[in-house]
């Protein structure tokens, strides 16, 4: 049998990083929130960047070996995982597949984010964010904290339907 | 004699069973699959730009580093002492973000010069064992007059008010600081400072309206907040001295100049004040001694009992792994 093409391998190394679930979110792959940043072949193997989310993210490290495990499965021996920070990590990266897949899980997905030129204004009114309750779809929701059970979201309540949600606030 | 079963053994019957079947479903695995990787910054291009002293770099990294591991502390040791559990999460993700900050600049410091990292000369009864991450060293086998922190955030907890008052002075600074820090020559700082200012923002609109909140909230809730804030501003005046790593540093695009950013950042505060509708107390700087404030490595008492406390399990075992 003839010895896979470097285009195949490179196939099976982008299918394998590309399946890796995140830790705390596993209805989302890596890949469709917008984590995983580049796949390439290396001599004896492979390397993946991935990028935090956030810079305390305690996932990261489980991210890593997840990654590393998947693609020793997927059969290349060397395995390297790199973390880049070129850019920082923006909830606009998360895929729509990604969103979907938040709001069939019961958490509310992040609109876009907010752009600035210059220096971040100062906001003392709360966030008004359109949010909709990702259970029963009405509008009529309001914030309880900033801040949730992971960085990356903040808790909701629907006024509607009176069950608390997360938001994945935009970053 | 009949024998009473009101219990059919089965599959349940030991918490612990679940535990041993499938390590990939745990964040962090059982422990035993591979060697962690922990090293924040692997594979970043950590290489000291041109024209720049590394010793420099990494004593400027400190200085940024240890704000964010000792304010992180300090925002730590209010989880579960919070007034709600909103306002405890919003906390401890605070002192998460910080504690994530904190672990790349101290990495990027002992990336630009290793032998700032304890134990790398001579490994000492006392020192690190030669598995402990440079990071992990750099936090808890440093003494008090290694950390370069200003003594804001050293100083021990208060009230929620108080908790409040230090985070609006903190992160306005900060805020500012890393603005003007993602236009650095350092590749890696301008990306940390990049990623922190999303955090950073999202803090200090946290504590611009919880202070908000407080000020105009009951008398006492008034009262607990101002105390706070007149508490803390003979610290605030140190944020702008200008150190000579610093200035050092601002002068080759490297670093920033804190004394550049007391204008801008006296802007916000007075704009939170105002919005509160806060005088601001009239206070007196706390000097130094023999001039030497917390970026020199001259510090209150205060962070000696912080580090007694947040060093003593790594220095009680240097060769541990966990």
Known sequence: MAAPTREALLERARAAAEAVTDPELPMLTLADLGVLRDVRLTEHGVEVAITPTYTGCPAMAAMRDDLSRELRAAGFEEVTVRVDLSEPWSTDWITERGKDALTAHGISAPGAARRHDGPVALTLRPVRRSVTCPRCGSVDTEVTSEFGSTACKALYRCVDCLEPFEHVKEI | ?322
Not at chain 2, 29 to 57: C, R, W, Y
């Open chain 2, 1 to 322: 004699m009949t024998q009473i079963h009101t219990h059919q053994p089965d599959d349940h019957d030991s918490a612990y069973e679940g535990l041993l079947v499938d390590d990939a479903h745990w964040a962090f695995g059982s422990g035993q699959e591979f060697e962690h990787s922990e090293d924040p910054l692997a594979g970043v291009d950590t290489t000291v730009p041109d024209g720049v002293d590394p010793t420099t770099l990494a004593t400027y990294c400190l200085m940024l580093g240890d704000d964010a591991l000792v304010m992180s502390h300090r925002l730590a040791e209010l989880t579960s002492r919070a007034p709600d559990l909103e306002e405890d999460i919003a906390i401890a993700n605070i002192a998460l973000d910080l504690l994530g900050q904190a672990r790349l600049l101290l990495t990027r410091a002992a990336a630009a010069d290793p032998e700032i990292v304890p134990g790398s000369r001579e490994a000492r009864p006392t020192g690190p064992g030669p598995s402990v991450p440079a990071e992990d060293a750099l936090a808890f086998f440093r003494g008090d007059q290694g950390f370069r922190n200003v003594r804001l955030v050293e100083v021990p907890n208060g009230d929620f008010g108080e908790t409040i008052a230090r985070l609006v002075l903190f992160s306005t600074y900060r805020l500012a600081l890393f603005e003007r820090l993602t236009a650095s020559r350092d590749q890696v700082l301008a990306s940390i400072a990049a990623k922190g200012v999303k955090e950073l923002a999202y803090h200090r609109d946290f504590a611009g309206r919880w202070f908000l909140t407080l000020a105009q909230g009951t008398d006492e809730s008034r009262r607990r907040v101002l105390d706070g804030l007149a508490g803390l501003l003979p610290l605030w005046p140190e944020l702008f001295d200008s150190h000579q790593v610093e200035a050092e540093l601002a002068a080759a695009g490297i670093g920033v100049d804190p004394s550049g950013l007391a204008a801008e950042v006296e802007v916000v505060l007075d704009q939170v004040l105002a919005v509160a509708g806060v005088t601001r107390p009239q206070t007196a700087p706390l000097a130094g001694v023999r001039r030497l404030k917390g970026r020199d490595g001259m510090h209150t008492e205060a962070l000696s009992k912080l580090l007694a406390e947040m060093q003593v399990v790594a220095r009680e075992h240097p060769t541990g792994r966990w």
